[in-house]
């Protein structure tokens, strides 16, 4: 579970640095230049501009999904959405 954390949250980081286009202090420069090297790739600038449309569908109407659950686990969603089903059959 550590390494899953892990590698969710070096993802973010690394995206981060791509959005600000500025090397930190915490990578190396010869990784830093291989990161920039791959980003400039055509495999990569597809890639991204994939997830992108993706990332902003429509949605059938309803426009671009936004996670608004808050802080809370997909078991507790779930729970949530039950309990409101059941108060509509009971109603």
């Known amino acids: 579970m ?3 954390c892990a590698a969710t949250k070096l993802i973010d980081m690394i995206s981060r640095v791509k959005e600000r286009g500025k090397q930190p202090y915490w990578i190396l420069d010869d990784y830093y ?4 090297a791959y980003w400039g790739t055509d495999k990569a600038k597809e890639k991204s501009k994939k997830a992108s449309k993706s990332r902003m569908s429509d949605r059938n109407g309803l426009g671009p999904h936004k996670h608004r659950a808050g802080s809370r686990s ?14 509509y059959v009971l109603l």
């Open 2 to 4: 550590f390494c899953k």
């Open 33 to 36: 230049k291989d990161l920039v």
């Open 74 to 87: 997909y078991a507790r969603v779930a729970d949530i959405l039950v309990r409101h089903l059941f108060s």
